[in-house]
Every structure is written in C-alpha cells, then in structure tokens.
C-alpha cells in the first residue's frame, strides 16, 4: 500500500478522535511548566497509533488526557463527536504498571468488569478471551504463577473483555524482556486485526512504534508539540529486515536527530 493509498484509506474510516490545539501545564513551585503544547491529532475507528517520543516529553500526559483522567489547559479532546470529561466505561486504560488483581485467578481478573452480564454470558466471554490470549490452561491461577508475558496477556484480555471502543496503552511492554516483548507485539497485532478496537499506543521505542502501528506520531521534547506524523505504508505481519521498514524507522530516528547506527 502506498503512502497516498493509506492516507486514502483513513480518510475513509469514521473519525473517532479528534484533538483540537490540545496544550497542557502544570503548577510547580507557583509557576507554569507547559507539558504539551498545540496538539492536534484525528484517529480513525479500528485505527492503531503510536505516540512516539523521548521519555519525560508528555506522551503519557497527552493520552491520560485522551482517556479522561487529565483535563487540558487550552484546547479539546473529542470522542465520537462528544468533550472527553472524564473516565468513560467504554475506553479503557491499560497503565505501564501492572495492573492485575494479585488476589484474583486469570478467570477472576476477566470476570472483574462482568458483573452486569448474566452467569451464561460472562462464562462465554471468559473462555472467549481466555483462548485468545493463550491462557488455556491456566484459568485456575493466580498472577504470581503466571510469567510476566502471561501477565501482560491477562491484563489485555481483561480489557477486551468489557468489550470497550477505545484501549489506550502506555507502554504496556517496557518492563518485559526483548524477546517477550516481540512475543507481545505479535500477539497484541494478533488480537488487534481479529477484534479492531482503535488503540492509542504509547512508547518511546521506534521499532515497537513501526512494527505496531498504521500512524506514528512523533512528539517532540517537552513541551510536546507534533514534530511528524508517519503512515506505515507495510501490511502485517512486517518483516523487520525489509528495505521499507527501515527507511521508515531510519526516517524516524532522523527526524528526532538520532543516526540509527548497527
């Protein structure tokens, strides 16, 4: 696909959310520190975009403020055509830190937000996502038993399972080793393409963002402002070692002044 043909095909997608001149600051020691600066960013429905940039930039300010929990200083944020107030049921966070119930089997954790649906649903929606993930097996243990992979599985698993329309993910996989982290990209693509929930996603690593994503939103030192915004004109599953893939991630590291040297 190329770059006109991927623009075509977002422009085809209903929007789903729009942040408009989006700036942000907060007070310390009786002054102003700007975070995030003039954002303004359109996601299509079933898009997946990675927020990109240096640690400390804003990204995570930029997507709490996109999921509710921080309300901006200048500009707004819109989902389905409403103002983000607040926390919505329908959009959910999945936070760096772990955030699975240690006191809970995997069937627990899935079942946590479930608790409106009757006994038949809620079991058909545990065993949905209890084989989607991988976790066969393992419905009867505890997270301590469970690897980090597996817990990072679960932690997925129990935000798809409250069906939302929106998963915003700060850098979900930053604490999992190099290879569990390939893992979970594949699986998180995987789960991506068979549910097409849209999916804000935030990292600072350019390869995650150029294998995961169909736009990268590059992000510049705080205050954050948008330096670039790259389509990944390269359907999935991507070869890592393609001519494409590297220009688009060598681009990147450009762009952000950084020489990607082997």
């Given at each position: 696909m190329s770059l006109?043909?991927?623009?075509?095909?977002?422009?085809?997608?209903?929007?789903?959310?729009?942040?408009?001149?989006?700036?942000?600051?907060f007070e310390r020691d009786g002054k102003d520190t700007p975070v995030l600066e003039n954002i303004s960013l359109e996601v299509g429905d079933g898009e997946f975009v990675c927020l990109l940039g240096p640690s400390g930039c804003g990204k995570s300010t930029l997507l709490s403020?996109?999921?509710?929990?921080?309300?901006?200083?200048?500009?707004?944020?819109?989902?389905?055509?409403?103002?983000?107030?607040g926390p919505d049921p329908r959009r959910i966070?999945?936070?760096?830190?772990?955030?699975?119930?240690p006191w809970l089997t995997v069937e627990g954790n899935i079942a946590f937000g479930l608790f409106k649906l009757g006994r038949g649903e809620r079991e058909r929606r545990i065993r949905y996502y209890?084989?989607?993930?991988?976790?066969?097996?393992?419905?009867?243990?505890?997270?301590?038993?469970?690897?980090?992979?597996?817990?990072?599985?679960?932690?997925?698993?129990?935000?798809?399972a409250v069906n939302p329309d929106m998963l915003f993910l700060d850098e979900p996989?930053?604490?999992?080793?190099?290879?569990?982290r390939l893992i979970m990209r594949r699986e998180l693509l995987r789960i991506w393409e068979a549910e097409r929930k849209t999916i804000i996603f935030v990292t600072h690593d350019i390869d995650e963002a150029v294998q995961l994503a169909d736009r990268v939103?590059?992000?510049?030192?705080?205050?954050?402002r948008i330096q670039q915004i790259v389509e990944i004109d390269i359907p999935h599953p991507r070869d890592l070692s393609s001519r494409r893939y590297l220009e688009l991630r060598d681009g990147i590291f450009q762009q952000i002044g950084l020489a990607h040297k082997v």
């Open positions: 006109g043909e991927a623009a075509a095909a977002r422009q085809a997608w209903k929007s789903k959310l729009f942040a408009d001149g989006v700036s942000m600051a403020a996109m999921a509710g929990f921080l309300t901006p200083t200048g500009g707004e944020i819109r989902i389905d055509g409403e103002a983000v107030r966070f999945v936070f760096q830190e772990r955030g699975v119930f209890v084989k989607m993930v991988g976790l066969e097996g393992f419905e009867k243990a505890y997270p301590h038993e469970l690897s980090g992979g597996m817990k990072q599985r679960l932690e997925v698993a129990r935000a798809l996989f930053g604490a999992l080793d190099s290879i569990t939103v590059v992000l510049s030192a705080r205050p954050a």
